[in-house]
């Protein structure tokens, strides 16, 4: 169930900015700003530095691909930026996606769901 809004407004962005907490790897920084309520807003950019809006396309895909294999692993009540780094010839999706499970855990919102364990039921 996606439970994550996105950030769209430059003045949300702003504010993540200035009142957040980063948080850096070689190729991914990501701002966290604790929330009221337990709203989960995400927003993702790339630096200009990444020339060709193609490569940065790419990048952005590869967030999005991260943050969705984890959101369920996410604590819910933030508002995070996730800003990728540095171009896609120097780096790929598994650097990254390791990159933002170090970071979550670094920041403190990595919550993961405990699973229950069936086995405990009667056998046959």
């Known amino acids: 169930m996606k439970r994550t809004e996105m950030l769209c407004k430059n003045y949300e962005f702003e504010r993540v900015f200035r009142k957040g907490n980063y948080y850096n ?3 991914l920084t990501i701002y ?3 929330r009221v309520d337990d709203r989960l807003l995400l927003g993702i950019t790339v630096s200009k530095q990444v ?3 193609v490569k940065r396309n790419l990048v952005k895909r590869w967030l999005r691909e991260v943050y969705r294999s ?3 692993d996410i604590c819910s009540g933030y508002e995070i930026i996730m800003y990728g780094r540095l171009k896609p010839e120097l780096m790929d999706y598994y650097k990254l996606a390791n990159a933002w499970r170090k970071l979550i855990r670094e ?3 990595y919550c993961p769901k405990v699973v229950e364990d069936s086995t405990d039921g009667p056998s046959i």
Do not use: Q
Request: aromatic share 6%; hydrophobic share 20%; no cysteine.
């Open 107 to 109: 920041a403190n919102i």
């Open 70 to 72: 984890t959101e369920d």
């Open 25 to 27: 790897s070689k190729y």
């Open 51 to 53: 020339k060709g809006s």
């Open 32 to 34: 966290v700003r604790p």
